[in-house]
T-cell receptor
Framework: GAGVSQTPSNKVTEKGKYVELRCDPI?????LYWYRQSLGQGPEFLIYFQGTGAADDSGLPNDRFFAVRPEGSVSTLKIQRTERGDSAVYLCASSLTGGDLRGYTFGSGTRLTVV | GENVEQHPSTLSVQEGDSAVIKCTYSDSASNYFPWYKQELGKGPQLIID?????GEKKDQRIAVTLNKTAKHFSLHITETQPEDSAVYFC??????????????FGQGTILTVHP
């Protein structure tokens, strides 16, 4: 596609529920990143995929968070037992390769609200 | 890990004035410093970047300066226009070799340009 697509754009869920957030990167981009942006803050790194593998998941806050990219394209961020503190905008970005910082393209994000 | 501090958090200027946003970073190994503009409901968009082997870079009304010794870099916008109103983020990363595009962002500056 022309850009990075994230769905849904908004998600409201109840505390304790499970949610999945989807990211469709730009076609051909091998590197994919997830960031979390809390209100009034800059994005914070969560996880980096190179192809199908998670090359760096050091930013995942705890074991309730998990992400996959089984075919090296679409990625899903999964959050179990959601808490109110998980409310944030979850941003996905992709680039042609891991070293292609100038070609970094962000999606518009998924706004997650846990009530 | 890297830590990026950004000031001011809000900046209000009259159309035609200049705006300056400043950032400091902690990791002397960081060598790539992009600036992003984020409009409401959208993901961050790269507006200008600078590598550590360059002290200044200009692109029309936007310029960035870097002081490696002091570990700080700044964004300068001249002749501001109402459409420059947005949230601006600085970021730092390591580029080259086996490094990949993990970005550490500042906290953001809300720029308002009054007509």
């Amino acid at each position: 596609g022309a850009g990075v697509s994230q769905t849904p754009s908004n998600k409201v869920t109840e505390k304790g529920k499970y949610v999945e957030l989807r990211c469709d990167p730009i076609s051909g981009h091998t590197a994919l990143y997830w960031y979390r942006q809390s209100l009034g803050q800059g994005p914070e790194f969560l996880i980096y995929f190179q192809g199908t593998g998670a090359a760096d998941d050091s930013g995942l806050p705890n074991d309730r968070f998990f992400a996959v990219r089984p075919e090296g394209s679409v990625s899903t961020l999964k959050i179990q037992r959601t808490e109110r503190g998980d409310s944030a905008v979850y941003l996905c970005a992709s680039s042609l390769t891991g070293g292609d910082l100038r070609g970094y393209t962000f999606g518009s994000g998924t706004r997650l609200t846990v009530v | 890990g890297e830590n990026v501090e950004q000031h001011p958090s809000t900046l209000s200027v009259q159309e035609g004035d200049s705006a300056v946003i400043k950032c400091t970073y902690s990791d002397s190994a960081s060598n790539y410093f992009p600036w992003y503009k984020q409009e409401l409901g959208k993901g961050p968009q790269l507006i200008i970047d600078i590598r550590s082997n360059v002290g200044e870079k200009k692109d029309q009304r936007i310029a960035v300066t870097l002081n490696k010794t002091a570990k700080h870099f700044s964004l300068h916008i001249t002749e501001t226009q109402p459409e420059d109103s947005a949230v601006y983020f600085c970021a730092a990363s390591k580029r080259g070799g086996t490094s990949y595009g993990k970005l550490t962002f500042g906290q953001g500056t809300i720029l308002t340009v009054h007509p």
